[in-house]
C-alpha cells in the first residue's frame, strides 16, 4: 500500500514498511499540507482582528452619538458576534 493513500494511524504503524523515497514524499506532502493549514489558521486570526476591531470602531461611534459606550445587550451581541454565532436577526429589532 502506498503511505500517501493510508490513514495518519496506518502510517504509523506501518511506518518501517515504506522505502525511503515514500518516507520522503510523505514528508514532502505533510509539510506542505501543514504550511497550508497553518496559512489559513493565520488568516482566520487576521480576518477575526478585523471583525474585533470593525465592532469596537462601531461601539465607539455609538458612544459619541448616544452617550453610553455600552448599552444594554451589547456585551451578548459581541460575545455572539466572537462566538461565530454571528449578529442577532434583524427581526429580532437590534440595530447595527
Do not use: C, W
Request: glycine share 6%; net charge negative; hydrophobic share 35%.
Amino acid at each position: 500500500m502506498n503511505a500517501l493513500d493510508e490513514s495518519s494511524f496506518e502510517r504509523l504503524i506501518n511506518i518501517q514498511s515504506y522505502t525511503d523515497e515514500e518516507l520522503k514524499a510523505l514528508h514532502a506532502r505533510l509539510t506542505e499540507e501543514e504550511r497550508e493549514i497553518s496559512m489559513r489558521r493565520r488568516l482566520l486570526h487576521a480576518e477575526l482582528d478585523i471583525l474585533r476591531a470593525e465592532t469596537v470602531r462601531r461601539l465607539r461611534d455609538r458612544n459619541k452619538t448616544e452617550g453610553g459606550l455600552v448599552r444594554d445587550g451589547d456585551l451578548a451581541v459581541l460575545t455572539d458576534i466572537l462566538s461565530g454565532r454571528g449578529f442577532p436577526s434583524e427581526d429580532a429589532g437590534e440595530e447595527r
